[in-house]
């Protein structure tokens, strides 16, 4: 692969193949349309627009394209742009794939699933351990392939598992400076905390939200999930339930999209433990992107606040 698009400075010219992730049409103060589209390759993504758009452009640019582009880059309101100035669809002769231009985990497939596994294995109450064994084997393909979110934290393909397995470290770590934390809890309310994103989003690609994730969301699905596993596994009690309050109040308050609010402690910590990774990823992404003594753009689920990359980190 060239040269990453979120690798050019501020007025460098651009010119070679990029997929398009999302493309989106607009009317313009003069009435003419356009489409705002969001470009990415391995390195992230980029916004443009294309003025003037047809009804023929809208159906030859949309998602899951790849296209041939010319142009700039440019700051507008404190973010990189790419200014177009040529576009074309890709060729077969051009010899480029999807697979070229998708971000994915650091880690592998192979790798994150023999890790959860373990965590798994070490559980030691059964009725939990079997819950969410049968329920990450029912889902485990999509699982390893799905991003954990369309924008902000681990938008990537495998991001759903690479952020489950960041956080199971992360548990593990604080259960050993807290022992009377329940392990058992904390790492399967981890496991099944977002599982019910791979029903609530339409895939690793163009990621978009389904019907069932716009009307019913990943928390309401896994509640959901996890009393079908208990009833075909004729498991009945409380731990059923807990597990249920976790998934339910992970998002921690009522405005952040938590039916309930944390009322048991290993909830309250699985609430912690996701706002930090989540957290963690965004900022690293977005320092990763500007050099030592700048400022990043304006991370938007961070208060749209700009973070500051101290000049003497590397």
Same mark, same amino acid.
């Given at each position: 692969?060239?040269?990453?698009?979120?690798?050019?400075?501020?007025?460098?010219?651009?010119?070679?193949?990029?997929?398009?992730?999302?493309? $989106?049409?607009?009317?313009?103060?003069? #009435?003419?349309?356009?489409?705002?589209?969001?470009?990415?390759?391995?390195?992230?993504?980029? %916004?443009?627009?294309? /003025?003037?758009?047809?009804?023929?452009?809208?159906?030859?640019?949309?998602?899951?394209?790849?296209?041939?582009?010319? #142009? %700039?880059?440019?700051?507008?309101?404190?973010?990189?742009?790419?200014?177009?100035?040529?576009?074309?669809?890709?060729?077969?002769?051009? =010899?480029?794939?999807?697979?070229?231009?998708? *971000?994915?985990?650091?880690?592998?497939?192979? *790798?994150?699933?023999?890790?959860?596994?373990?965590?798994?294995?070490?559980?030691?109450?059964?009725?939990? +351990?079997?819950?969410?064994?049968?329920?990450?084997?029912?889902?485990?393909?999509?699982?390893?392939?799905?991003?954990?979110?369309?924008?902000?934290?681990?938008?990537?393909?495998?991001?759903?598992?690479?952020? $489950?397995?960041?956080?199971?470290?992360?548990?593990?770590?604080?259960? !050993?400076?807290?022992?009377?934390?329940?392990?058992?809890?904390?790492?399967?309310?981890?496991?099944?905390?977002?599982?019910?994103?791979?029903?609530?989003?339409?895939?690793?690609? =163009?990621?978009?939200?389904?019907? !069932?994730?716009?009307?019913? #969301?990943?928390?309401?699905?896994?509640?959901?999930?996890?009393?079908?596993?208990?009833?075909?596994?004729?498991?009945?009690? *409380? %731990?059923?339930?807990?597990?249920?309050?976790?998934?339910?109040?992970?998002?921690?308050?009522?405005? /952040?999209?938590?039916?309930?609010?944390?009322?048991?402690? !290993?909830?309250?910590?699985?609430?912690?433990?996701?706002?930090?990774?989540?957290?963690?990823?965004?900022?690293?992404?977005?320092?990763?992107?500007?050099?030592? #003594?700048?400022?990043?753009?304006?991370?938007?689920?961070? %208060? +749209?606040?700009?973070?500051?990359?101290?000049?003497?980190?590397?």
């Amino acid at each position: 692969m060239s040269k990453g698009i979120l690798d050019y400075e501020v007025g460098e010219a651009v010119e070679q193949f990029l997929l398009i992730k999302n493309s $989106v049409k607009g009317i313009a103060s003069n #009435g003419k349309p356009f489409l705002t589209i969001i470009f990415q390759d391995q390195s992230g993504e980029i %916004e443009a627009k294309l /003025w003037d758009a047809s009804d023929e452009d809208e159906k030859i640019y949309a998602a899951q394209k790849i296209v041939r582009i010319v #142009g %700039e880059i440019q700051n507008y309101r404190g973010r990189n742009q790419l200014k177009l100035r040529q576009i074309r669809p890709a060729a077969p002769t051009d =010899s480029v794939k999807l697979a070229d231009f998708l *971000e994915t985990a650091p880690v592998s497939k192979d *790798e994150m699933s023999s890790k959860i596994t373990q965590y798994i294995f070490e559980m030691k109450n059964p009725n939990i +351990q079997r819950i969410t064994r049968h329920l990450l084997k029912k889902h485990l393909n999509e699982f390893l392939e799905y991003p954990a979110a369309t924008k902000n934290h681990h938008e990537f393909v495998s991001g759903l598992a690479y952020h $489950v397995v960041s956080m199971l470290d992360l548990a593990k770590a604080i259960a !050993e400076l807290y022992p009377s934390l329940d392990k058992d809890l904390l790492y399967a309310g981890i496991i099944l905390h977002d599982l019910g994103k791979v029903t609530e989003l339409s895939g690793p690609i =163009s990621t978009s939200y389904t019907v !069932e994730g716009n009307l019913l #969301g990943h928390i309401s699905i896994m509640v959901n999930e996890i009393g079908k596993a208990a009833d075909e596994l004729h498991i009945s009690g *409380e %731990e059923v339930v807990i597990l249920q309050h976790l998934v339910l109040s992970h998002h921690g308050k009522a405005e /952040w999209g938590s039916p309930k609010p944390p009322l048991i402690k !290993e909830a309250e910590i699985l609430h912690y433990i996701d706002n930090l990774d989540a957290k963690m990823n965004m900022l690293d992404r977005a320092l990763e992107r500007v050099k030592p #003594g700048e400022f990043t753009e304006r991370i938007f689920p961070l %208060e +749209q606040r700009s973070f500051y990359k101290p000049s003497f980190h590397k």
